[in-house]
């Protein structure tokens, strides 16, 4: 069952990297999420990528795997190049910037809800400056942090992240659409906009 297990995590890994991750902005790169989970049967440790969409739609799959010890690994950093942030200052929010356009309330609202009821692990950004994780994205609607501090990897609880969208979806919304980056004064961003998935 593990051989399957390890499959089933390589072909949604495969299927992320095959659909091209897009930058949200100049500048930036992104990469897939990759959180570690273990196999129950067994023990063992295995690794599965995606957005948070991506992650519980992989767990439905796998009955004999649950996500890992409460962390994920989008990099390969040693606990000194690591360090979970709390809640330091909102900074700057700038609007109709992120994406590859704008988003409508709704969709936005699905990706928020799948951050806030994830509490197992982390969301995280590997090392920057300028690295993205898409962290969710349904319906085009994409949301991503965004680590802009060079020395180390960025790591909030996922409902933590899910308030820096509510605060874009507060300060850029026009008419139907909406479109933005919030600034952290630790280094790193989130950023709400259109993307392909």
């Known amino acids: 069952m593990l051989f399957i297990s390890l499959i089933v995590a390589a072909l949604f890994g495969a299927l992320t990297a095959a659909r091209g991750l897009k930058s949200p902005l100049e500048g930036y790169t992104v990469v897939p999420m990759s959180w570690n989970a273990v196999n129950t049967t067994d023990g063992s440790e295995i690794v599965l990528y995606g957005t948070i969409q991506e992650l519980y739609e992989q767990l439905e799959t796998l009955d004999d795997v649950k996500i890992g010890n409460g962390t994920n690994a989008t990099s390969t950093a040693t606990n000194e ?8 200052s909102k900074d700057n ?6 994406g ?3 988003v409508k309330n709704g969709w936005l609202q699905e990706g928020i809800n799948y951050l806030k009821q994830h509490t197992q ?20 609607t994409a949301i991503w942090l965004c680590n802009d501090d060079p ?9 933590d992240i899910a308030t820096y969208a509510e605060d874009i979806r507060e300060k850029c ?4 659409s909406i479109q933005g980056q919030e600034f952290d004064t630790d280094g790193f961003n989130v950023m709400v906009g259109r993307d392909w998935c």
Not at 81 to 88: A, G, V
Not at 151 to 159: G, I, K, N
Not at 173 to 176: A, D, E, I, P, S
């Open 93 to 98: 929010t700038i609007c109709w910037v992120g």
């Open 121 to 140: 692990g982390p969301c995280t950004a590997g090392r920057g400056p300028g690295n993205c994780a898409r962290i969710s994205c349904s319906f085009n």
């Open 81 to 88: 190049e690591t360090r979970s942030l709390t809640p330091r």
């Open 151 to 159: 020395e180390y990897e960025v790591s909030r609880r996922c409902p």
């Open 100 to 102: 590859n356009g704008s």
């Open 173 to 176: 919304t026009f008419g139907l």
